[in-house]
């Protein structure tokens, strides 16, 4: 006996079969998370090194490239970035897809151990991890609260925030705002002048009397004790009578006589404020691996609990912003989508079929077909997420294949006269080899997708897995439960119009007989005028191709949608201090929040930015809005529109600020336009890039074009004549370190109350760091006790530094990133490309194609090829199907003519070529 054979007659087992199945489903589907995609972002290890009061020169002669020459021993680096920033040094190496990420980071750790020593003594230690600066925060959270402010962010930074970091899933916490208790130490020149004592001594006074110090044990036969100095400072007091000198015998000079200590509140770095009231930001990365619905989940019941156990202090945190809940409503609408199918398609059944019980027997076979999937999903780690639910909407109609193809035969049988029994039997039997046949063309045609090596293969590979088993799954459910069912429920239609929906089927049936009638027709006169027929076909073709090249049909990696979302990012002059920053950005906020079709706004003034490519570091003249416009049918303008109209009233209204907007749409994405332009010459890179720069800002579509590496702050450079220093007795160091505390301060000692540390600030105090002249004047005391301004030994230079230096595995480089406004990225690129065809890039000079046009360019070709390569596949098995190698070409000469209605659909729909749509097409 067959399985068809065996399930017609003992129909426990298929039962108890497809009960297993659907158990294992139901397991599967409820065990199942919610993700917008399947993680398919590349390996990255990232370590970060903070340096202070460097700029990017020394960062990165003395510490990137150190760092960079520790790793290029690391096996499965596929390329290396470094940014070398004022005051930290990046380094990002992605790695080859498929290598052992926590092995590189052992390795990579033990690499960075041993050059440590190497690194100068204020380099603080190299902090590793693998969250990349790129990864967008998943949610962004303002806190407040009745509690004074210092005490407040006290508690969020030891209390709240901890509990949150414990969390599964969590990964990095940022803070944004807020006010921090600090103890200042407010230097005054002109006393240290008085009393002849270097700045660097009383920074060491005050750090060796902040000290608690193990110092052994004492034993003896009986007891065991251990002996610790405790110095630590614990009230402001102490901080003050700290003895800084003894110029004379029995004269001593306190920390109070040449400082004032201010128990005050830490200089001001950023602020951050939701709908324009002021708190504390909170933006929040997750884990690589974690499940950002999940992590999302998790973190909002934590709020909720500390909410409720500090109701007193009126502690509320308002989610700004949470990306999940996009994905939840994106996942939701397309299973909503799925179930409207099943019904549709039984509908469609109902209607050709004209059987209410083969309509049924559809209705049960594609569930069951699709349930199956859900194990699978289950079993390999796989999520509810675009890709596989995609593939499910798409394969419903090649489910039904199966069951169509069955149970019109079976039912051909029925109204033959046969039992049910016999014609579900002989039904099946007769087509068994082309279901087969059908069944393999559909896997075949997606199976090569498993074996793809691309950027994107882990997303893909996720759609092509759920669209096989399904499939595979419908082939056994034709085979066993589609059979059975017919040889029970089966039966010999004979409508009648005894009721409204059978006359309506019969009414059907008789106009789809007059289009098969219409149909044959032009059938007829397509074969009496074959020439004429193909004279169409290849004016179609030539169309299709010369909209392709006009760029009607436009091309990007991924649609975002219009999610109603958008960042705007101000960037003032680069001398703009935080305070000045910070005034004139509420005013924006306040203008922004009056317009009707604005929602919310979140703001982060001169924070670490939270876009891809920011590298998480802030700037005191650049902000940051976040914005979400109300329900489209409120606002009535798409957001693209909105962003259009919105960034040219800021422009007339607030000139001198450069606006720059990027739509947040449902994927998360960089800038589209992402170009490195690397070489052994740097001038000769800059030069280029700034050329490329010029020629894409006039190409329509192109906006906010920007270079990574420009011309920086402007800065004070101290260039010392070594004879004179040393004839003073000063040494580089000395100076360096005398000028490093007095601008930019010394907070290695602490204040300790009940268990809190509170940093010790100490510097100059604000009248004597201002200007100029502040920096010539600058006392330093040599080891004779005279004090020496700088400008007696050194010429102090006003100059511009780079705001940062870039290096692609360890060349020079520059980026130059664009938005797309209005139009494809894919098409963007497209003009990019003929320009550099025209005018291409001098000798040494390497250009290399990032973000979404790299992605775009690697999965477009990895699907052309798999197209291919079904084509190869589906040929052949419809050679063994129809025993013939020429009627094959019959079928597949249909599919250039199924493409240009793919085109077609997406011209009238004024869509553009995609991946999904490359897939739809496969």
Not at 207 to 233: C, M, W
Not at 299 to 321: C, G, P, T
Request: charged share 20%; proline share 4%; no cysteine.
């Amino acid at each position: 006996m067959n399985i068809t054979e065996i399930s017609i007659k003992r129909p426990s087992l298929i039962i108890v079969l497809f009960g297993v199945l659907i158990l294992l489903g139901i397991i599967g589907f409820s065990n199942l998370s919610y993700e917008l995609l399947p993680d398919f972002s590349q390996p990255v290890v990232v370590i970060k090194t903070m340096y202070p009061g460097a700029e990017p020169h020394e960062v990165e002669n003395t510490v990137s490239r150190k760092i960079e020459d520790a790793l290029s021993n690391l096996e499965g680096i596929d390329y290396m970035e470094t940014y070398s920033l004022p005051n930290a040094s990046v380094i990002i190496v992605n790695l080859k897809y498929g290598t052992n990420l926590d092995n590189t980071m052992q390795n990579a750790q033990r690499y960075i151990d041993n050059i440590k020593n190497e690194l100068p003594d204020e380099v603080l230690s190299p902090q590793m991890s693998k969250v990349s600066p790129n990864d967008l925060p998943i949610m962004s959270i303002s806190a407040t609260s009745s509690l004074p402010a210092t005490v407040f962010y006290q508690k969020m930074k030891d209390n709240f925030l901890p509990q949150i970091q414990q969390l599964n899933g969590v990964a990095e916490i940022t803070m944004l705002g807020g006010e921090q208790r600090e103890i200042l130490v407010k230097v005054d020149q002109r006393k240290l002048k008085l009393y002849k004592i270097p700045l660097l001594q009383v920074v060491e006074a005050i750090k060796q009397s902040d000290v608690d110090v193990p110092a052994g044990k004492i034993e003896t036969n009986k007891k065991y004790h251990t002996v610790r100095l405790i110095g630590k400072f614990k009230t402001v007091q102490q901080i003050m009578n700290v003895q800084a000198a003894m110029p004379s015998p029995g004269n001593p000079v306190y920390v109070k006589d040449v400082a004032s200590v201010v128990d005050g509140v830490k200089e001001i770095t950023s602020v951050s404020r939701y709908n324009g009231v002021n708190g504390i930001g909170i933006l929040l990365k997750k884990q690589g691996d974690a499940n950002a619905v999940d992590v999302s989940r998790l973190v909002r019941k934590k709020l909720k609990q500390i909410e409720k156990e500090n109701a007193k202090d009126h502690v509320q945190f308002k989610i700004a912003d949470d990306s999940t809940l996009n994905t939840v409503a994106a996942v939701n609408s397309v299973v909503d989508d799925l179930i409207m199918a099943v019904i549709l398609v039984s509908v469609v059944m109902l209607l050709f079929l004209r059987s209410y019980r083969n309509s049924l027997i559809t209705l049960v076979s594609i569930p069951t077909s699709l349930v199956t999937a859900f194990a699978v999903m289950w079993i390999l780690g796989y999520t509810l997420n675009l890709m596989t639910l995609l593939a499910m909407s798409l394969i419903i109609g090649i489910l039904v294949d199966d069951s169509i193809v069955i149970l019109e035969n079976i039912q051909r049988h029925l109204d033959m006269g046969e039992d049910k029994r016999k014609a579900a039997f002989n039904g099946r039997m007769e087509i068994g080899f082309s279901a087969v046949s059908i069944t393999l063309v559909d896997v075949v045609v997606f199976m090569p997708i498993l074996f793809i090596q691309v950027f994107v293969a882990g997303m893909l590979k996720q759609f092509s897995v759920v669209v096989i088993t399904s499939t595979l799954t419908s082939l056994l459910v034709g085979f066993t439960l589609t059979p059975w069912l017919a040889s029970r429920i089966g039966k010999k239609e004979d409508l009648k119009p005894t009721n409204f929906l059978n006359r309506f089927l019969l009414w059907f049936e008789k106009q789809l007989n007059l289009f098969i009638e219409w149909y044959g027709k032009q059938l007829e006169w397509v074969l009496d005028h074959k020439l004429k027929f193909s004279g169409i076909i290849l004016v179609l073709i030539v169309l299709t191709v010369l909209i392709m090249k006009q760029g009607i049909i436009g091309e990007e990696m991924m649609s975002t949608g219009d999610q109603g979302k958008f960042s705007l990012n101000l960037e003032f002059d680069k001398t703009t201090t935080v305070q000045q920053n910070n005034i004139i950005s509420k005013k924006v906020e306040d203008f922004i929040l009056q317009q009707p079709e604005v929602s919310t706004l979140f703001s982060n003034i001169a924070g670490p930015s939270t876009g891809i490519g920011s590298l998480g570091i802030g700037s005191p003249y650049i902000s940051e809005f976040t914005i979400q416009l109300k329900p489209f049918k409120e606002r009535k303008v798409t957001t693209i529109s909105y962003m259009k109209s919105l960034k040219k009233e800021l422009g007339k209204r607030f000139p001198g600020i450069n606006f720059s907007m990027s739509e947040l749409g449902l994927i998360p994405r960089s800038a589209p336009i992402k170009i490195t332009i690397s070489g052994s010459n740097l001038d000769q890179v800059m030069k280029t890039s700034k050329r490329l720069q010029d020629a894409i800002e006039k190409i329509p579509g192109a906006d906010n074009v920007r270079l990574s590496v420009e011309a920086g702050n402007p800065e004070y450079k101290v260039i010392p004549d070594k004879d004179k220093m040393q004839r003073l007795g000063l040494t580089t160091g000395y100076v360096g370190m005398t000028l490093r505390t007095a601008f930019t301060g010394n907070d290695d000692a602490v204040l300790v109350q009940k268990g809190t540390e509170y940093p010790v600030e100490i510097r100059l105090d604000n009248f004597n760091r201002r200007n100029y002249d502040d920096v010539k004047n600058l006392l330093v005391i040599n080891p004779a006790h005279a004090p020496i301004k700088v400008s007696q030994f050194a010429k102090v230079v006003q100059d511009n530094s780079p705001s940062m230096l870039e290096r692609i595995n360890r060349q020079p480089a520059v980026t130059l990133t664009s938005e797309a406004f209005g139009r494809p990225s894919g098409t963007l690129a497209n003009d990019v490309i003929k320009y550099l065809k025209k005018h291409p890039l001098p000798e040494g000079v390497k250009l290399t194609w990032e973000s979404d046009v790299k992605t775009q360019n690697e999965s477009f070709g990895a699907l052309s090829s798999v197209m291919l390569i079904s084509f190869i596949l589906i040929y052949l098995i419809m050679v063994a199907l129809y025993d013939n190698y020429i009627y094959p070409f019959v079928a597949l000469f249909g599919i250039p003519a199924a493409v240009l209605g793919a085109f077609l659909a997406l011209n009238l729909t004024l869509n553009n070529i995609t991946l999904f749509a490359l897939l739809g097409m496969i």
